[in-house]
């Protein structure tokens, strides 16, 4: 039987690499076939480690650092973890596990949905659209959360895409993710109307519109609506997400989850109480 190849390890570890136990977590979800095949020329973890190293820096493909596996070699084996939908079955996990330890039932009955506007670069293509609201040309993306704001579903379009058109999918993603539990969504002005409101009531689920207080200006913290805020600042930490830099929009959805993998593995290993 073949030797399995050895890890490629830079001598200082990055900050972004994966730790022992959540190695050991993570590679039953990654390990699309063994990891003694006579077919793997790298080190399953140095390429985790590789992708975990580009969307925390923001890097491309090509300027991967030589001390992880070539670019070439990583960026074919992310493409098969996205089309196996790996980092979005690990999310899946990770929330149940967190939401357990918390104390809640591990599927959520509550959502809450909003959306992002990524600044538009020449690799975004036709996807591209002028945001009015925003005032920026780019790629929106839509999220639904749970009340913990971890990610349940997500959706990308064109940014002239109105969030109100978005409810059918992302309600239909999210019961089929929780199990139909989910029975209310909170949601910003911007999903208000007919349409939006029976589009979710299709799939079983309530609109609750939070509104901002009209005698107030400036940031104010509206009630269950920052938790999916807080969401959007835990992905600004992820450099390659800063702008749309992808070319598809899977591959704009997978490094979402990817980075949601990245915040919610040390959560789970930490100790308790040391936060959500």
């Known amino acids: 039987m073949p030797k399995p190849p050895k890890a490629v390890r830079p001598a200082v570890p990055y900050p972004s690499d994966v730790s022992d136990e959540e190695w050991a977590f993570v590679v039953p979800y990654l390990t699309l076939n063994r990891l003694d095949s006579e077919h793997r020329t790298h080190d399953l973890r140095a390429v985790l480690n590789a992708v975990r190293w580009l969307v925390r820096s923001g890097a491309s493909w090509r300027m991967l650092p030589h001390d992880l596996p070539p670019w070439a070699a990583v960026y074919q084996q992310w493409q098969r973890w996205v089309h196996a939908g790996c980092f979005e079955a690990l999310v899946h996990d990770l929330r149940v596990l ?63 895409a109105q969030d109100r058109a978005q409810v059918a999918e992302l309600a239909d993603a999210v019961q089929a993710i929780t199990g139909q539990q989910v029975t209310l969504a909170y949601v910003d002005q911007g999903y208000t109307g007919d349409e939006a409101k029976a589009a979710a009531a299709t799939h079983g689920i309530r609109l609750e519109v939070i509104k901002h207080p009209e005698a107030k200006r ?17 992905m600004a930490r992820f450099r390659r997400m800063a702008r749309d830099y992808e070319r598809l929009a899977p591959t704009l959805a997978a490094f979402h989850y990817l980075a949601f993998t990245c915040l919610l593995l040390p959560r789970w290993f930490a100790p308790a109480g040391a936060g959500s």
């Open 218 to 234: 400036g940031f104010v913290l509206l009630p269950r609506r920052w938790v999916v805020e807080r969401t959007f600042a835990w």
């Open 98 to 160: 967190l939401r357990e330890r918390a104390g809640r039932n591990g599927q959520p009955t509550a959502t809450v949905l909003d959306s992002r506007t990524l600044q538009s670069t020449p690799e975004s293509g036709g996807r591209a659209a002028y945001d009015g609201a925003k005032r920026r040309k780019g790629t929106k993306v839509h999220v639904a959360v749970d009340t913990l704001g971890h990610l349940l579903a997500l959706h990308v379009t064109a940014a002239d």
